[in-house]
Each structure stands twice: as structure tokens, then as C-alpha cells.
């Protein structure tokens, strides 16, 4: 059973071009969790998605950014027009059920230039 | 809102030796549970303990161990004959059980382990 894998691993955008960070959870895991780290910080919240909808998206910015979690294929993060600001780690993290435990991906670190 | 304070940026100890992480925790709530995760320079995040706060029993995976102290909202993590291979970030978590279940991490603990 492999873990949640996200890709890419590194991502290098231009100011003002789109970014899409992919998540694939493990296999039966419903339950789909965004994390964002700046360098030297904490994970911080962004977005828990359940198959084809958005439970809680309180840590998304309110512009630019997007989640999803289709039926089918993997959870996507988009980033458009992104920022020197939006550079940093995107974690990603699934669960069976409420209450399991949540299984992390390795990140994806997104440099915008 | 809950809220998760790690007050030590970095630590550093030799090996073998024992090391405390401190951890303290804000919340309304009277059932939640608490974590370590463990991040190395892979940027993985590893899963090192757990603890649920109905449980008075302190967690104990191998050398790892915690201190909880619900009244204190206090989660120390003991990491014992420390190895070379515990140099990482350690971050506290807490988890809700109320509502979406959502992770709130501290600023995390630089910890060196030297030879």
C-alpha cells in the first residue's frame, strides 16, 4: 500500500504563472487535508476536502487559490498568478475516517521567482 | 481558537543522551488528542507519538515518551539514549475531535543530536 504521494516534489514558477500540486492519498482514504509551511514554521491549515466536496477551506487565502478533490484522480492545489509570497513547502495529508491517523506526503516545495 | 507554543527554536545534546522538548497547548475543549511529529531534512513528516486526553497514561513508543499534563495543557516529549538519526524538526499537534480535523502545529524544535 503506498503512502500519499504527492508531486512534483519541486515546482519553480515565474511570478504570475499558475502552480498545480498534486496529491494522490492512500489507497481507501477519503479524507483529504492541505498544509502549507513557510520556511522556519509550522504546518499551517489550509483545506480539508472529502471526495468531490470542500468541508473546510478556513485556512485557504480568499483569492488565487483552489482546491479540489474529484471522484476520480488525485486532489489538486492551484495557485494562480502566484507570488514571491507563495513560496514554501505544501504538505499534503490523508485519513481513513475521522479520528484515524493522517498520513503525510513528502511536500511539494513550490520557489516562485 | 486553539493554539500550540513549542518555546524552544533549537536544542542540542549528545548522543546518548536524554532530551526533553517542551510543548504547551490552549483549548475549550475536554476530549481532543495531542502529537509529535518528527521532520527530518527529507521533509517528511513522521509520525513519532500520540497521546488522546482521556487517557491518563502517558504514551510510550520505544526511547519516545510524553509527559501530559492535561491541567497544564502541557505535552513534553522525552526522546531517550538519543541517536544520531533524531536530528530534526519535532512539532507538537493538536487535533479537535469537535468539528473538522484539522491539525494546529507549534513553531517546532530544532533538535541536533551531536556524535
Known amino acids: 500500500n503506498a503512502g500519499v504521494m504527492q508531486n512534483p516534489r519541486h515546482l519553480v514558477r515565474r511570478r504570475g504563472q499558475e502552480a498545480r500540486l498534486r496529491c494522490s492519498p492512500m489507497?481507501?482514504?477519503?479524507?483529504v487535508y492541505w498544509y502549507r509551511q513557510l520556511p522556519e514554521e509550522g504546518l499551517k491549515f489550509m483545506v480539508y476536502l472529502q471526495k468531490e466536496n470542500i468541508i473546510d477551506e478556513s485556512g485557504m487565502p480568499k483569492e488565487r487559490f483552489s482546491a479540489e478533490f474529484p471522484k476520480e484522480g488525485p486532489s489538486i492545489l492551484r495557485i494562480q498568478q502566484v507570488v514571491r509570497g507563495d513560496s514554501a513547502a505544501y504538505f499534503c495529508?490523508?485519513?481513513?475516517?475521522?479520528?484515524?491517523?493522517?498520513?503525510f506526503g513528502q511536500g511539494t516545495r513550490l520557489t516562485v521567482v | 481558537a486553539q493554539t500550540v507554543t513549542q518555546s524552544q527554536p533549537e536544542m542540542s545534546v549528545q548522543e546518548a543522551e536524554t532530551v526533553t522538548l517542551s510543548c504547551t497547548y490552549d483549548t475549550s475543549e475536554s476530549n481532543y488528542y495531542l502529537f509529535w511529529y518528527k521532520q527530518p531534512p527529507s521533509r517528511q513528516m513522521i509520525l513519532v507519538i500520540r497521546q488522546e486526553a482521556y487517557k491518563q497514561q502517558n504514551a510510550t513508543e520505544n526511547r519516545f515518551s510524553v509527559n501530559f499534563q492535561k491541567a497544564a495543557k502541557s505535552f513534553s516529549l522525552k526522546i531517550s539514549d538519543s541517536q544520531l538519526g533524531d536530528t530534526a524538526m519535532y512539532f507538537c499537534?493538536?487535533?479537535?475531535?469537535?468539528?473538522?480535523?484539522?491539525?494546529?502545529f507549534g513553531q517546532g524544535t530544532r533538535l541536533t543530536i551531536n556524535p
Open positions: 495529508a490523508s485519513q481513513l475516517d475521522v479520528n484515524t491517523e493522517a498520513f
Open positions: 489507497k481507501g482514504h477519503s479524507h
Open positions: 499537534a493538536f487535533l479537535g475531535i469537535q468539528g473538522a480535523q484539522k491539525l494546529v
